[in-house]
């Protein structure tokens, strides 16, 4: 079983996070793998320890200095790495056309069975690229997954949804996006750190026919300063609220 895991790397949530000439300024950003990405690269790795043949390969769209964090999901039980070279991604869609070439290329036109992504990066918190991944590849995607059990060429999931859980049953190939609680994710060991390193990282270049459907234009800090009066009396503040907040008729 082929099973493939989509990482992305998000600033650390210790980073200081500032703004320079209306981009963010990433001089003192620490970018670590994005927790939720944690969960399904820790339930790829256990199918893979159940699954006899089962071979996990991630891949994430970035530039070279992730190769740190790809080398931690070698640690923590993938066999391969992927880094893909291509385009700065600016929003979802493009993301997911990335992720798709690079999948399709590697795997030389044939689906994975298994596509396991994050719920959302914790960064954007879209929460899009898993369900356009499914879409562009023409397979099912299931999204906020808590539980998985796999029973021959079926797949039992469950996710949470308002005042319930959901079970929904299908087959491979799929695209699953991981929830907090579907596992616990794994520690690296020294000993797992020292065989990573020696692993190597390969390199994709892919080149994507579309463009990006969204522009970020400028990027600036958010101004949480309060403004806050104070009346004399009840008299002045009926006209306050009246007068400014429209609260009260004129009558």
Known sequence: MNIAVCLCQVPDSASVIGFADGALDRSRINEVMNPYDEYALEEAVCLKERIAGSLVTVFTVAPLS????????????????????????????????????????????????????????????????PSMLGALLGIASVSGVTSLNVSGEHLHLEREIEGGVEQIELHYPVVISAEKGLNQP???????????????????????????????SDFKALERKKVCRFAEDEKELVLLLSNECSLFSAD
């Open 66 to 129: 992730a190769k740190d964090m790809l080398r931690k999901a070698l640690a923590l039980g993938a066999d391969r790495a992927v880094l893909v070279s291509a385009a700065e991604p600016s929003d979802p869609y493009f993301t997911a056309l990335q992720l798709k070439s690079a999948l399709m290329e590697f795997y030389e036109g044939i689906l994975p069975d298994l596509v396991f992504c994050g719920k959302s990066s914790t960064d954007f918190q879209s929460a899009e690229v």
């Open 186 to 216: 794994r520690k690296t060991t020294v000993k797992a750190v020292m065989e990573a390193r020696k692993k190597p990282i390969d390199l994709l270049a892919v080149s994507v026919d579309g463009a990006p459907l969204v522009l970020v």
